[in-house]
Nanobody
Framework: QVQLQESGPGLVKPSQTLSLTCTVS??????????WSWIRQPPGKGLEWMGV???????YYSPSLRSRIFMSRDTSKNQFSLQLLSVAPDDTAVYYC??????????WGQGTQVTVSS
C-alpha cells in the first residue's frame, strides 16, 4: 500500500522559507512510472498545483510560483521536499504531497497546515 506523509513546521514568519518534506512508503520515488507533486489549498479557495518532480529528478513548477519554489528528492530516505521562498500570509494553506499518475493524483498525503504569520 502506497502512503505519503507530509512533515514540517506549522508556522512560518513572513519573508522566511517554508520547508516541507514528504515521506513515501510502499513504492520507490525513483520508479519511472510515477512523478511526485506538491499541491496546496488556501482557506476558502480551491486546490493549487505547485510543482512536480519526476523521473531523473526533472522538476516542473507552476508559472505563478516559479521564481520562488524549489523541489528536491532524497532517494536514500525515499522523500521529496518543497521549499517556498519569501513567504507571505497569502501562502497560508494546507499543503499536500501526492503521487502523480496518468489518471491523476493518487494517493495523497493527509495534508499539513502551514500558517504564515509574525
Amino acid at each position: 500500500q502506497v502512503q505519503l506523509q507530509e512533515s514540517g513546521p506549522g508556522l512560518v514568519k513572513p519573508s522566511q522559507t517554508l520547508s516541507l518534506t514528504c515521506t513515501v512508503s510502499g513504492v520507490s520515488i525513483t520508479n519511472s512510472d510515477y512523478a511526485w507533486s506538491w499541491i496546496r489549498q488556501p482557506p476558502g479557495k480551491g486546490l493549487e498545483w505547485m510543482g512536480v518532480t519526476g523521473y531523473g529528478s526533472n522538476t516542473y513548477y507552476s508559472p505563478s510560483l516559479r521564481s520562488r519554489i524549489f523541489m528536491s528528492r532524497d532517494t536514500s530516505k525515499n522523500q521529496f521536499s518543497l521549499q517556498l521562498l519569501s513567504v507571505a500570509p497569502d501562502d497560508t494553506a494546507v499543503y499536500y504531497c501526492a503521487r502523480m499518475r496518468s489518471r491523476g493524483f493518487d494517493p495523497w498525503g493527509q495534508g499539513t497546515q502551514v500558517t504564515v504569520s509574525s
